[in-house]
């Protein structure tokens, strides 16, 4: 479980607060979905909790254990990182998935290591591909390699930046399905950011809202309403229900 | 089941091995030209210090610092460069560009300029322009001086926590701040100084001397052994920093400290032997083609064929000076320039800047 209270943050002295005061809880197994527009502080809130920035104030707790002041070693053994924009530096897929467990082997890679590389790979279907370099893969196919090296961390939570960004329906699916599964039978805790409400419906366990810095309200799926999202977004939908699912339809009665 | 991974390790090492014999075969084959036209015979019987008193000191005192200056120079040139351009995110970055050289320049010019110091050449007729002083303070200046223009490079970008983009262009400010000052000493300087100076700043693997190469030797053997165990925490910078911080990397700590060593790489190879430009940009960026990025193969390789690359260019500024040696930094560039080219015209041209 991770606990969140009154988290700020800043870029840098004279500006301005781009987180103010978060406070969530984000439980084992459990999908949690960051929504927000754009510049609402979602990278940033993720960022910090991956100790990538130092916030002003505030605290991360980790089962208890201060996430912030962790070891940089510890601290990737508990949470671990699919950025928005994915970047691999020309390695193989099996070095790429093996870079993520660094923080265990330092300087030289062990058997150890690599016999979990494998077992990533199996797992994600990557095999095939071991060999391959990161920069002949498909859109898809990078965001799963990306997972896998986030996977080889062996964290208990991930953070999950935009999975869908750039990826078209098929992948979509892949790779939504794939963080389920990893929620539901590992136990992994997953926090991720979507812009589309029906895949955060479909996704998500918890709902956090995000705006000016802050979050506006939280809970399970009955917490989307289109009275909230014109609160955060300012924007019309209409919400139906079919088949016992929510579904968020742009533009609302204007259109 | 691991069959593929063990097959690019023999394939790595298999890369190695030859480029290791590509070195050792071009130095024995550079033991043999020279413009005192010594036969083969005459350049073996003087390997075995059985030539004649002048033969033996050609092939030891000339011939052999020399070929040991351009493997070492240029496994250290090309091997730092490499480490800039992963540390900066940025296929330009290299001693020229982030003002290392400008500011070697500099420093030596003040030593000859201002404090008529001396420096150390055999391939050149200013030998005599040592009054009086140290031959090892030019060397000296130069080195400081470009250690110093880093240390400011890398403090300033500590401001900016370390945005690649602007790292390279705080070397270019500094770089320009630099030559201007070398400008100002130049307009000031006698005409014996001012070509002296001028001289010092041509790449010349000449100058090198036992003493001289074994210093090299010790910074750039250590320095690549470092990178090496480094190996894993540059292939992390390659997935950005946020992604690098996130698995655990202290990035900061990793960039600061192989800047520098890059850095006094650079400065040791160039204060012994002047500016030998392009080096770090021509064989990082065609090992990174062929073999990728990864650095437990490209620094090694990046080092050896910066080896073979400086070999080749001297035994061509030795070929082509007509009796006395072209200076090497003047081919490396030629050579270089069309690189730096593709780098901006090629296809990933994003590397200019991300």
Known sequence: ?255 | MNAKQTGNGKKRAAVLAGLVLAVLLLAFLCLFIGSSHMSAAETLAALAGRGSAAQNRILWNIRIPRILAAVIAGAGLSAAGLVMQTDLNNAMASPSTLGVSNAAVFGANLSIIAFAGGFLSTGNNLTNYTVGANPYATSLMAFLFSTLSILLVLGLCRLRSFRPGVVVLAGIALGSVWTAATTILQFYATDVGLSAAVIWTFGDLGRATYRTDLIMAAVVICGIFVFSLMSWKLNALLSGDAAAKSMGVNVDLVRFSSMLLASVITAVCVSYLGIIGFVGIICPHVVKRILGHDHRISVPASALSGSVLLLLADTLSRSLGNGSALPVGAITTFLGAPFFLTIIFGKRGGALDD
């Open chain 1, 1 to 255: 479980m991770i606990e969140i209270r009154g988290l700020a943050f800043r870029y840098g002295r004279n500006r301005p607060l781009v987180l103010n005061g978060v406070g969530m809880t984000l439980r084992d197994g459990e999908i949690s979905v960051l929504l927000g527009p754009n510049g609402a502080g979602k990278t940033t809130l993720f960022q910090t909790i991956l100790g990538i920035r130092k916030p002003e104030r505030g605290e991360i707790l980790f089962d208890g254990e201060d996430l912030l002041k962790m070891k940089r070693r510890e601290r990737a053994g508990r949470v671990a990182y699919v950025p928005q924009n994915i970047q691999f530096g020309g390695l193989s897929v099996f070095d790429t998935v093996l870079t993520g467990r660094i923080s265990r082997f330092g300087i030289r890679a062990g058997k150890e290591d690599r016999n979990a590389v494998w077992d990533i790979l199996k797992e994600m279907r990557l095999e095939e591909l071991a060999s391959r370099n990161v920069e002949e893969l498909s859109g898809g196919e990078r965001q799963k390699t990306a997972v896998a090296r986030a996977l080889a961390q062996e964290p208990r939570f991930l953070v999950f930046d935009e999975p869908t960004g750039n990826l078209d329906i098929a992948n979509e699916q892949l790779i939504l399905s794939e963080a389920r599964r990893l929620a539901r039978e590992k136990g992994i805790g997953i926090l991720t950011s979507l812009h589309d409400f029906n895949q955060a419906m479909e996704m998500g366990d918890r709902f956090f809202f995000l705006k000016d810095g802050a979050v506006r309200a939280s809970g399970g799926p009955e917490t989307v309403t289109a009275d909230i999202i014109r609160e955060i977004y300012g924007a019309e939908v209409r919400v139906v229900e079919i088949e016992e699912r929510k579904i968020i339809i742009n533009g609302g009665k204007n259109l």
